[in-house]
């Protein structure tokens, strides 16, 4: 309980930190100025160049403020692509809008990883959410993880199935999500899996992006909230984490908060492993996107993360160039 206790307290800590940092670093800036340093960062800077190519966008509330296309063949903001993990975030908002916002403590078990469904594989794009679950272990629940942080989709394909949609495919998925979410909001499935079976835009997912910041859903006052510490290398409540054991990210209902101590900006965001990386700043003032797909790249990779860390790497050196007025390196 103590452990527990200590883990919620350096996370509030990190996260009025890192608002207080950016609001003193964005002071008196103009759009120019933001747009010019966010620009350069992401044209030169190391990291950015390790993602090429992709799309990017950065905006408020109201609108996109600055965007731009880096490499050949990249992306636009129309371009549609596997968000994977970036799915996450749209089905905890799905759950948290069909709860009104008053989401029971099971919901929140699953929402933050720690089910215990972590035997999940993969799901065939002609499957329904609950066939999906009995291929190989996916329905498999491991005693072991229960209560534990385990990144995986089981979670939230298991959470699916209890609250009624084990009998969805593809279509009739994104049909339920877009029904309570929004007729715009950026669902369709290219698998039937709600933690990383989704596609979109970079534009269409601004726009719930764009709804968050507005306040316009029930997870817009939740960001942050109930998370858990995520590396096992310092928290015994966590398994497994994609995020390198080198920083240590807090894990909130369906989006990662990413607070490390050492160089965490607070900033709320849910990154997909092709490369797709949303997030939302600590004051909740501007949302921005890396949008790429690298499939090959993926599959080089084995099992690794490597595309979605790139994005990770490159969007929150474009983030301080927003905030600070200054071209990241």
Known sequence: MRLKRDAVVLAAYALFFATSHTDALGAGLSLQQRTQAAKSTAETSHSCRAARPFYWEIG?????????RVGMRAPDADTLMPIA?????????????????????????????????????????????????????????????????FYSGGHMQKHAELIGLGNMDNLALAAQL??????????????????????????????????????????????????????????????????PVRESWHYSLGHWVEDDPQSGDGAFSSAGLFGFYPWIDSSRTYYGIIARAS????ILAGAGQRPALESVECGRLIRKAWFSGAAQN
């Not at 817009?220 to 994609?242: I, K, R, W």
């Open 60 to 68: 408020d509330a109201g609108k996109a403020l600055a965007q731009g």
């Open 85 to 149: 993990s970036a799915s996450k975030w749209l089905y905890a908002a799905y759950v948290a809008e069909l709860r009104a916002g008053k989401l029971s403590s099971e919901d929140i078990e699953f929402l933050t990883l720690r089910s215990g469904y972590t035997r999940f594989k993969r799901c065939l794009s002609s499957d329904t959410v609950s066939t999906c679950l009995q291929t190989l272990s996916n329905g498999v629940p491991d005693a072991a993880t229960k209560g534990k942080f």
């Open 178 to 243: 877009r029904k309570v979410l929004g007729t715009e909001a950026p669902v369709s499935y290219n698998q039937p899996q709600l933690a990383g079976g989704a596609v979109a835009s970079a534009g269409a997912y601004a726009d719930f992006l764009r709804k968050l910041l507005a306040g316009k859903l029930a997870l817009s006052g939740m960001l942050g909230s109930h998370a858990v510490c995520t590396n096992p290398a310092t928290c015994e409540q966590a398994a497994s984490t994609p995020i």
């Open 295 to 298: 499939l090959l790249e993926t």
